[in-house]
DNA sequence: CGCCGAGTTGAACTGAATCAAGAAACGTGG
DNA sequence: CCACGTTTCTTGATTCAGTTCAACTCGGCG
């Protein structure tokens, strides 16, 4: 139990410098547990009011496009997660967040985190850094998709989340790229 | 010049509590510059030192894709513009920042931006809001990208960017959708 | 007046989607 | 531990949205 909080504790502290009394805070405020496979985190249309950091395991956000499972982006181990847009605003969410496998889970609230800003200047620093991070990984990410053909975004996932092929769906992947089943599975193929 | 300066200070008051003491520092660390239209704020491959905040004009980043201009993102006034990955990381970068109106912008220094966040927690706070804000922005406009026809794009865009197609040009338009410059001419002629 | 950048239009081509079917892999209960 | 249903993945044939290439129009400006 101590070693999954240290594991989230080790990452802020890559960051920003810790003190004890702050360390004692994010101690004192998270919830750790375990859920299967398939587990749903927050479900489209309601206010995303935890903050998720997976300690093992992985998932990713979807949305329903004409009827069809879209997946929006993936998040393996030592990330944090949950829907971004909806817990920034505190307004309803337009994804779904979902573990794509078994997986040990710490979290907390946003009021918890907002009390945290509030108390700890250093924990601050770290909502503006690791938001900060999130941009410009989105950005990189994004814009370079834009005028890629279907292989040459499936070599950038690939390059920035290497081992996924082994622990995603085919057909979430694919979503994920913007392309469909089929195509992935031919690029796979002849490669 | 000062009524340049209240723009901007409104702005950050919308998002945070602004004091005497740290709006007096931001008019200090603030410089005001007016640029002609094609006038590059941040060149490909330097680090972008400054932040920038439009109070009249309108802004694009861009780079070059087997030799063709791709624009990444526009921003009309009323918005901080640089190029972001490079600000935040004080990396080289890969976009240009270039102004596609003749424009009045402010500016501040990466160290004195710090400074502000070191001094002022409002402005940490501040710092943090922002990003959070372009985060989400980000978020919705590229996910919903990955499946929509490039019509539906184009309509997107209007929607977020009413008047763009009165002030840039129909070619950095069309790479920003991620089309080609002949299909969203098509486009507009049947609408 | 003639040039030049920006936008339009047409025709041919193509990468990837869609539709349709079958093959593997997976897991659950008997 | 095997059988059967379900889910995931592969393969082939066809279709289509959007690209590319090329020529042409239009408006502004030196």
Redesign the pocket.
């Known amino acids: 139990m101590i070693a999954q909080t240290q594991f989230l504790i080790d990452y802020i502290n890559t960051k920003v410098q810790l003190d004890a009394a702050s360390k004692e805070a994010i101690i004192e405020a998270c919830q750790i547990q375990e859920f299967n ?1 398939g587990y749903v985190l927050i479900k489209e249309d309601k206010v995303a009011h935890r903050l998720f950091f997976i300690t093992q395991g992985s998932a990713r956000t979807f949305y329903y496009h ?1 009827g ?1 499972d879209v997946t929006s982006w993936i998040y393996p181990e030592g990330q944090f997660i949950t829907s971004w847009s909806s817990f920034y605003t505190q307004t309803p969410s337009y994804e779904n967040v979902e573990l794509t496998e078994e997986s040990t889970i710490i979290s907390l609230s946003y009021e918890q985190l907002q009390e945290l800003y509030k108390q700890y200047p250093k924990m601050q620093k770290f909502g503006r850094v690791m938001v900060e991070e999130q941009l410009v990984f989105l950005d990189y990410f994004y814009k370079g998709f834009m005028f ?6 499936y070599e950038l996932l690939l390059s920035t989340f290497p081992d996924v ?1 082994q622990r ?7 979503s994920f ?13 002849k490669k």
Request: charged share 35%.
């Open positions: 496979k004409d069809k890629m053909t279907a292989r040459e975004k092929t995603i769906n085919l057909g979430h992947i694919a790229l913007g392309i469909s089943q089929e195509t992935l599975s031919r690029i796979r193929k």
